[in-house]
Nanobody, 119 residues
């Protein structure tokens, strides 16, 4: 089992910045990737960015050039630096961990943190 705790959400004006953090605990030895997803009201959950424990990052088109994902393997923590925020970035942001156990992959989710961008 892996527990994920997000922090750093809040209310910000358009054009502002926020930095989200997600700390993993529990069975972290099997984590091979961490990521961020978001879900706006009435919409499906969507990918924002993921990063492998080796530092290889992947971004959604909407996050490219504005968001930066990073990982601190020593702290089992993933960060999402969000700049030039837009009202359409408003959503609940969820941390995700991809964990390998033997030959199987398991996915864990945090409880989410609200990001609200005002115009």
């Amino acid at each position: 089992q892996v527990q994920l705790v997000e922090s750093g959400g809040g209310l910000v004006q358009a054009g502002g910045s926020l930095k989200l953090s997600c700390a993993a605990s529990g069975g972290t030895a099997g984590i091979n990737a961490l990521g961020w997803y978001r879900q706006a009201l009435g919409a499906q959950r969507e990918l924002v960015a993921t990063i492998s424990k080796w530092g290889s990052a992947n971004y959604a088109d909407s996050a490219e050039d504005r968001f930066t994902i990073s990982i601190d393997n020593a702290k089992n923590t993933v960060y999402l630096q969000m700049n030039s925020l837009k009202p359409e970035d408003t959503a609940v942001y969820y941390c995700n961990a991809r964990v390998r156990h033997d030959v199987a992959l398991y996915y864990y989710w945090g409880q989410g943190t609200q990001v609200t961008v005002s115009s």
